[in-house]
Every structure is written in C-alpha cells, then in structure tokens.
C-alpha cells in the first residue's frame, strides 16, 4: 500500500483501538505502554483519546535493545532490582479506573542466548514487584494491540527486505483487526455478537469437563462447578464495555486447578519474552503439570512452571476454530495476541477471576476453595489444529462433541 493509504489505515486502527477496544470515555486518562518502534500508532492513537475527551494520555516508552543490554551486562546479582515508581505509577491509574494499552510488537528473538536463569529471575522479580496490582483486576478497561516492528516482520518473513516485511505484516495486522472492511466498528459489532453466542451456548451447558484429543493430546479438563465462559468482549468493573484483545476469535473460562490429567502437545511456538520454546508438550497429574519436554527451551519452560508454586497448574482454557482468520493466513506470528487467536490454547499459572460466577468478591482462599488457579504468571500456549476433538462431558457422564477437526462442532 502507498504511503497515504497506509496512514489512512494506521487513522482508522487508532480510532478502532480508542473506540471499541478501550471504548474510552470523556473523562478518562489513558496510560500506554510501547516500544520506541510504535511511536507513530501511539501519536495517532493519543490524538483519537484526546479527541474522544481523555483528560491525560500518558505514554511509557521501551527500547527493547536495552533490555538485551542489561542482560548481557548488568551485574547477575541487579537482574531482580524493579523500581518501586513502576508499580505506583500503575497503581495511581488503576486506582482511578483510568485505561490502559499495551502495545505487543516485540522481538520473538529478543533473549536469545541468555541464560536462563536470569530470565526466570527477572521474570519473577517483576510478576512478584506487580502482584499486589491483581486486586484491581478488571476494574479499568484495558486492551492490548500490536504494530509492526522491524524485527518482529523480520521474523515472520526473513526472506523479504525490512521495509516490505514490515509492509506484510502490516496487512495481516489491519486484516486481522478488520480494519480493511468499509466500516470496522460494525464488523467488530457483528463478530462479537457471534462470540457472545458462542459462550452463552457454553455457559448453559455447564460441563463439568472438556475432553482433548489430537495427536500427541489426551487431556481431561474438569471445570469448576461456577465456571463461566468469556468471549466476544466484555463490561468492566468500571462499568465500560470493551473488547481487551484486539484480534480475538475466542471464548474462555478457567480449569480446576486441582483436576486437569493427561497429557497435551503444543502446536505453536511459545515466545517466553524473546526466548522461543519449539515442539513442545506438557503432562498433567491431578492439576499439576509432572513433566515437560520440549525440542527447544525446555529448561526455560521447567523454570517457567516452577515460577512459584501454582506455576505448574492451569488457569485458562480457550477455544478457538481452526478457521479462525489468524489461523488461515497459514503461518506463525511468533506473537501470543495472535498465536492464540489462530489455535484452541491453554494457560499456565493465573486464572481469571471473572471466570468463576462471584470470583472477583471472592477471598483468595474462597478462590481457589472453588478450583481458581493463583500465580504470579499467565502464560498462553497453544494447542488446536484441525485433527483437534473435544468433547463435553456432562455431569452424568454423556459426552456431546464441542468440536470437531478443530472447528464447532454445534450451530448458534
């Protein structure tokens, strides 16, 4: 696309960006975390918040190209220091149910060839520095979305120059996003809709189990008894009706932490903050994960699960069809925002507590008294393909199929 109908694209992914994935309202602040590389989709989409009435919009800017630094140089013993102003700078906006972007445009090989155990420190430092913010949890609205940085294109399509890569992946991004359509707004309108369908078909279900099959998959999933599915967007505790993850094709609830068994292959790449763990596969006993192997990163995912205590056990269960959009473009994003919304995943660590009815009042003890998973992580990885089954598995024991070859195997 030409330089004009590029920035026409990149005005209408602002606007959507502001509109109906924050759905921001006259008053607001707006906080944003991005890359120096997105500096242009964060002008354009401070200028749509400020035009929608944002009172602030504040913009925290990264250089990826730092954070290798400190890893190959910074004393071993400093990985761990975050500032405390990093946390209350957070916890000033979440307190006033202001709203937040993320923007997702890393480099899928950022921490190649660090070791991982200052990974895994840091990682926990920060998931440990952040923790206490999981008490505001949906009370702001909040959506993460993505740009097309050099080296993020560069690694979905290392055999094009910089400039055309970032081009590609610019168009799968607005075609993803439904930016390309003559009206977005109506599309993301007529797509949730159908997510909603979705989950409210699932909801009045109310299995008691998933069962997964594949190959390489045999997985038994029980579901709390107050499970909920999510999907297709959803009402904060603010009162704003947003959508969080610009794309997204799913729907999704939460495991017992306590009843997952079998074991699950992975058929993604899993891109573990610039760390990629390939062909990979988990085991599950009695919720926890038993053992891991991996063709690349396994020692970076043992750690990964040994984060904190309930690292090991799931806390998402998501279903996606396998003619998801993201999924037909026919190759990796080495991006979970989208990697997620091409396949059915799974999620180690952190349940969401708007996935058990009442779980956002609950205690932490009546949280997880009732099968939510706590953590210090989330981490989705994704498992469908079209050889994926699953059944539901009713309180009685009957099975009705759920999907089939990867795709919905009931009409709403």
């Not at 959803?234 to 729907?251: A, D, H, K, Q, S």
């Not at 063709?295 to 043992?302: N, Q, T, Y």
Request: charged letters at 25%; proline letters at 5%.
């Amino acid at each position: 696309m030409n330089n004009e109908t590029f920035d026409q694209m990149l005005q209408k992914y602002a606007d959507v960006t502001v509109h109906v994935g924050l759905n921001l309202r006259k008053g607001q602040r707006l906080m944003i975390q991005a890359l120096l590389d997105d500096a242009p989709f964060v002008r354009k989409v401070t200028e749509a918040a400020y035009k929608a009435g944002a009172r602030f919009v504040d913009v925290l800017f990264n250089d990826e190209k730092l954070t290798r630094i400190r890893f190959e140089h910074a004393d071993p013993e400093s990985i761990t220091e975050v500032p405390d102003w990093t946390f209350t700078r957070s916890e000033e906006y979440f307190k006033r149910a202001d709203a937040l972007l993320g923007i997702s445009s890393s480099d899928p090989d950022l921490l190649n060839g660090i070791n991982s155990d200052l990974i895994a420190k840091n990682r926990k430092a920060r998931a440990e520095k952040f923790d206490p913010l999981r008490k505001y949890d949906d009370d702001y609205n909040w959506c993460v979305v993505a740009t097309a940085s050099p080296s993020w294109a560069k690694k979905i399509f290392p055999d094009l120059p910089i400039e055309q890569a970032q081009s590609k992946l610019w168009e799968a991004i607005f075609s993803a996003c439904r930016i390309d359509v003559a009206d977005p707004v109506q599309a993301w309108k007529e797509h949730t809709d159908k997510l909603i369908k979705y989950r409210d078909y699932l909801n009045a279900k109310r299995y008691a189990s998933l069962h997964y099959t594949a190959p390489g998959t045999d997985l038994t999933i029980g579901l709390p008894d107050k499970h909920f599915w999510e999907g297709g967007g959803g009402t904060f505790r603010n009162g704003i009706f947003g959508i969080p993850n610009l794309p997204t094709e799913e729907v999704f609830s939460t495991p017992h932490k306590n009843k997952v068994d079998g074991v699950v292959k992975a058929t993604f790449p899993l891109n573990l903050m610039g760390v990629l763990i390939e062909d990979f596969s988990i085991t599950f006993e009695n919720g926890r994960a038993v053992k891991v192997t991996a063709k690349k990163g396994e020692e970076d995912l043992r750690k990964l699960i040994e984060t904190d205590e309930n690292a090991c056990r799931l806390g998402e269960c998501a279903l996606v069809p396998n003619s998801s959009p993201i999924g037909q473009r026919g190759h990796l994003f080495y991006n979970t925002l989208f990697d997620e919304n091409a396949s059915c995943h799974l999620a180690l660590g952190s349940a969401y507590r708007n996935s058990i009815e009442g779980g956002p009042d609950m205690t932490e003890e009546e949280f997880a008294a009732h099968g939510g998973n706590k953590s210090l992580i989330h981490v989705d990885f994704m498992i469908g393909s079209g050889e994926m089954n699953i059944d539901g598995i009713c309180v009685d024991g009957t099975r009705e199929p759920v999907m089939r070859a990867g795709e919905w195997a009931f009409d709403v």
